[in-house]
């Protein structure tokens, strides 16, 4: 049943996410990571994907003038993600991590493992913070230091980082990571 479900973050019936957000696209960011990678049927209210913040019925503006961008290229590359994947299509599900600002679960597979950190608060200034908060997720995910090192990129970085295999391996043709390391 789980893997029917219909997730959603915005409808016709709701306001629409990047309003409910007060406009903070690194929430819309963050929030669209788990929609993408949690397990179900993840589905995109039109124009969400381009930034559309006003009437949940108004028209889909056309023109790509009118479109921010960067947001749709982040959704385009987290729909890949989603659609190539093997632990995002028919892996598991485990909860590593839930604090009060961090959630960590993971999706796996056969063929692959994907851990997703989620930092939704504000990042602590202080480096033994954030130490002690990757320590708690270690301890309580079972991951070694070795593991984490390659998994987890970027702890301080507020949001979502959507692909957590081991450094190195690209695994889709429009990370520009995947392109300057070639």
Sequence with gaps: ITRQQFNLLGSHDTTRILASLNGDKALLRLAVGLLMTYPGVPSVYYGDEVGLAGDNRACMPWEPTAWDSDLRAYYRTLIHLRRNSPALLRGGFQVLF???HLLAFLRDAEE?????VAQRGPVQSSESHREAQWRALHHQSGLNQHESSELFQNPAHQGF?????????CHDDVSPECHDAN
């Design 112 to 116: 692959e493992q994907i851990v997703v």
């Design 161 to 169: 980082s959507r692909d957590w295999r081991p450094a190195g391996q």
């Design 98 to 100: 839930a604090g009060e």
